[in-house]
């Protein structure tokens, strides 16, 4: 008896298999280690940073490096047959290959920039790619548990478009929820009954 999984199968397994693993090793190594809370360019008075860990943007950032250079020769190659009609196909390729590499470096710039610096009455949001904004906890609607895999927290401020999203593996997640449960009791109080945590 052969053991024949479909590409689909492989795909389910590694879809569940990949973030638990990357969780669990980070639960691990910060058990081991745990993050600084404090990245060192706050102002006086921040009491912890949550924000993404550095292999997570540096990851994306070398993936957008390698699809722009990989891009970029596949154009170069692509000029030398310009007069063979199959390399239009060639051209096309290699241009969606280096706008898709800019695209994931502009990403791994955003999670570095991404940001949540809590102080005793306030937290300082700086988004990927908008000016940070400063919130009060009381202005804070409503938490939510995120859509992605990895879980974590999505923050709705009133009179705010959109949300603030913390994900679980982000340094300093467990004080940012010691600090939501202190200073915003109803909203976590509600997150725990609806959702548990």
Same mark, same amino acid.
């Given at each position: 008896?052969?053991?024949?999984?479909?590409?689909?199968?492989?795909?389910?397994?590694?879809?569940?298999?990949?973030? @638990?693993?990357?969780?669990?090793?980070?639960?691990?190594?910060?058990?081991?280690?745990?993050?600084?809370?404090?990245?060192?360019?706050?102002?006086?008075?921040?009491?912890?940073?949550?924000?993404?860990?550095?292999?997570?943007?540096?990851?994306?950032? $070398?993936?957008?490096?390698?699809?722009?250079?990989?891009?970029?020769?596949?154009?170069?190659?692509?000029?030398?047959?310009?007069?063979?009609?199959?390399?239009?196909?060639?051209? $096309?390729? @290699?241009?969606?290959?280096?706008?898709?590499?800019?695209?994931?470096?502009?990403?791994?710039?955003?999670?570095?920039?991404?940001?949540?610096?809590?102080?005793?009455?306030?937290?300082?949001?700086?988004?990927?790619?908008?000016?940070?904004?400063?919130?009060?906890?009381? @202005?804070?609607?409503?938490?939510?548990?995120?859509?992605?895999?990895?879980?974590?927290?999505?923050?709705?401020?009133?009179?705010?478009?959109?949300?603030?999203?913390?994900?679980?593996?982000?340094?300093?997640?467990?004080?940012?929820?010691?600090?939501?449960?202190?200073?915003?009791?109803?909203?976590?109080?509600?997150?725990?009954?609806?959702?548990?945590?």
């Amino acid at each position: 008896m052969t053991l024949n999984l479909s590409p689909v199968l492989i795909a389910l397994i590694a879809m569940i298999a990949i973030p @638990a693993a990357v969780s669990a090793l980070v639960r691990r190594s910060d058990r081991k280690r745990p993050p600084s809370t404090v990245v060192g360019d706050e102002a006086y008075g921040v009491l912890f940073t949550v924000r993404a860990r550095r292999w997570n943007y540096l990851l994306l950032r $070398i993936i957008g490096i390698v699809f722009i250079v990989v891009g970029g020769f596949f154009f170069l190659a692509t000029l030398t047959l310009l007069d063979d009609p199959d390399a239009i196909g060639m051209l $096309i390729t @290699a241009v969606a290959m280096v706008l898709f590499g800019i695209l994931f470096v502009y990403l791994g710039v955003g999670q570095k920039r991404r940001r949540v610096e809590a102080y005793d009455s306030q937290l300082v949001v700086t988004p990927m790619f908008r000016a940070a904004r400063t919130i009060d906890p009381t @202005a804070i609607k409503h938490i939510r548990p995120t859509t992605n895999r990895f879980g974590g927290l999505d923050i709705k401020v009133n009179g705010q478009r959109g949300v603030i999203s913390v994900i679980s593996i982000d340094a300093a997640y467990p004080e940012l929820c010691a600090w939501l449960e202190q200073r915003a009791p109803a909203q976590w109080n509600d997150f725990v009954r609806v959702f548990g945590h």
